[in-house]
């Protein structure tokens, strides 16, 4: 399951992303909001997502600047979440990092590049390097409170 998030200057680009997973055949929830609402916070829908993504699943998130959201996302325990420029650093971050959220910033991505991260997010895999898999679990280490 994919969720999704975005508060009102990523509302329309999330709109998008759900055209996108229909056509795709990808399962999703919209965590909200619902409109593009001014007076809207994203740490709200953020949160949302980053409680679903804790149960299993990836989570999409998006805003003006795409940093906020990411913001949010990397303070929820379990949650590793990489600010989306372009497909390649995408790429590496699942991969590498095994992210489970995308943040994107509506103000500083085009329609195209969107489309093609949300499409690398989705259907690239974790490496089961042991390097890697020593690095998650350092990270993990530090949201426990074990390194700090």
Do not use: T
Request: with cysteine; net charge negative; aromatic share 6%.
């Amino acid at each position: 399951m994919i969720y999704l998030a975005a508060d009102h200057r990523g509302f329309l680009l999330k709109e998008e992303i759900k055209q996108w997973l229909d056509d795709w055949g990808e399962p999703y929830e919209d965590m909200g909001n619902q409109k593009a609402d001014p007076k809207d916070d994203y740490p709200d829908y953020v949160l949302k997502v980053a409680e679903k993504i804790q149960q299993g699943g990836k989570g999409i998130a998006v805003c003006g600047s795409g940093v906020g959201v990411d913001i949010v996302a990397n303070k929820v325990k379990g949650i590793r979440s990489v600010l989306g420029y372009n497909q390649d650093e995408v790429k590496h971050a699942v991969e590498c990092e095994n992210v489970n959220m995308l943040s994107l910033g509506a103000d500083y991505v085009s329609e195209g590049q969107a489309k093609e991260m949300v499409k690398v997010f989705l259907h690239s895999q974790p490496s089961k390097e042991v390097r890697h898999l020593r690095r998650i679990d350092k990270i993990k280490k530090i949201e426990g409170g074990s390194l700090c």
